[in-house]
């Protein structure tokens, strides 16, 4: 029989699946208040494929992410997270990642056409620039 405290983690842990619908249901509502299409939304899922994608979509509950996919959905609520502190306006942080930006980063394109890069270090890249701006580390 486990301790005390194993047992109380154990039930303090998100399970992998937990953590996979939470993160599929914040991506879905982030790339509604973007306005992705289909294709931008699967590029930032790391290219699923699209009958993956949609049973994401229609049930989120049932999918197990892989790692990669996780990380991902950590760098865009980093991203969206960002967005809402710096610009508290919400229609003027979501028009944000469709703006050309002259930051060096985007070299006067916008922030989604570098994160649509599809490599994770794009998404990491946009997420740093934002933490910086915010004051935070990079």
Do not use: C, H
């Amino acid at each position: 029989m486990p301790n005390t405290a194993q047992a109380l983690k154990s039930q303090n842990t998100p399970s992998s699946r937990d953590l996979s619908a939470a993160g599929l249901r914040a991506f879905f509502n982030i790339a509604r208040d973007w306005d992705l299409n289909t294709d931008e939304q699967m590029v930032l899922l790391g290219g699923p494929g699209r009958s993956t994608f949609f049973k994401w979509k229609s049930a989120p509950n049932t999918a197990d992410l892989k790692r990669d996919t996780l990380e991902r959905l950590s760098y865009l609520l980093g991203i969206y997270k960002a967005l809402q502190i710096l610009l508290p306006a919400s229609t003027a942080a979501d028009a944000w990642v469709k703006k050309p930006n002259t930051a060096t980063l985007f070299g006067g394109k916008s922030a989604l056409s570098r994160m649509l890069g599809g490599n994770v270090a794009d998404l990491l890249a946009v997420r740093q620039y934002l933490d910086a701006r915010r004051g935070g580390w990079a």
